[in-house]
T-cell receptor, first 112, second 109 residues
Framework: DTEVTQTPKHLVMGMTNKKSLKCEQH?????MYWYKQKAKKPPELMFV???????INESVPSRFSPECPNSSLLNLHLHALQPEDSALYLC???????????FGPGTRLTVL | KNEVEQSPQNLTAQEGEFITINCSYS?????LHWLQQHPGGGIVSLFM???GKKKHGRLIATINIQEKHSSLHITASHPRDSAVYIC???????????FGKGTRLHILP
């Protein structure tokens, strides 16, 4: 199984909602990543979990909250988002923290 | 100046043409990654390189560490190759990953 799965595929939420994005891999990878991608822009790294230790991109607002329940699962909790947070959210994993990453199909988020 | 530059930004070609996409970087790296992103968003890893050349089917990737340059070639291009091709580097100094802005390729039938 060389797949990274993400749910949901699409999410529409209001600015007062709380929602979560989910990511799962069963490749035994010990590093998992959340990226945000706006249209026609490259992905921007938000968070990295490596051996269940979190590294944060300090520019990411606190309304995004990652959680790594175990080495196969990565969640991104969303609260009080803004319309400018609408984007494609990509999850990726790799054997160790680095560059050889497997990407999930993404969750397309729209904030109204 | 961006630390990772890709060229061209956009490329339209006829089916069958030989395609070259370039990636130049200005920092010390330990590895370079070529990624393909189709409309709809999914990203597929094509190659990871730290030296030399790799080939997979119609795709060839090369890297010249001294010149800080990598190329992605597509032979006998096909409309299904239409996608955005992204170069990403892993920096030596802090393991930070930097993405290029991507090259949007459109192959006409």
């Amino acid at each position: 199984d060389t797949e990274v799965t993400q749910t949901p595929k699409h999410l529409v939420m209001g600015m007062t909602n709380k929602k979560s994005l989910k990511c799962e891999q069963h490749m035994g990878h010990r590093a998992m990543y959340w990226y945000k991608q706006k249209a026609k822009k490259p992905p921007e790294l938000m968070f990295v979990y490596s051996y269940e230790k979190l590294s944060i991109n300090e520019s990411v607002p606190s309304r995004f909250s990652p959680e790594c329940p175990n080495s196969s699962l990565l969640n991104l909790h969303l609260h009080a988002l803004q319309p400018e947070d609408s984007a494609l959210y990509l999850c990726a994993s790799s054997h160790v923290q680095g560059i050889a990453q497997y990407f999930g199909p993404g969750t397309r988020l729209t904030v109204l | 100046k961006n630390e990772v530059e890709q060229s061209p930004q956009n490329l339209t070609a006829q089916e069958g043409e030989f395609i070259t996409i370039n990636c130049s970087y200005s920092v010390g790296i330990s590895a370079l990654h070529w990624l393909q992103q189709h409309p709809g968003g999914g990203i597929v890893s094509l190659f990871m390189l730290s030296s030399g050349k790799k080939k997979h089917g119609r795709l060839i990737a090369t890297i010249n560490i001294q010149e800080k340059h990598s190329s992605l070639h597509i032979t006998a291009s096909h409309p299904r190759d239409s996608a955005v091709y992204i170069c990403a580097v892993l920096m030596n100094r802090d393991d930070k990953i930097i993405f290029g802005k991507g090259t949007r390729l459109h192959i006409l039938p």
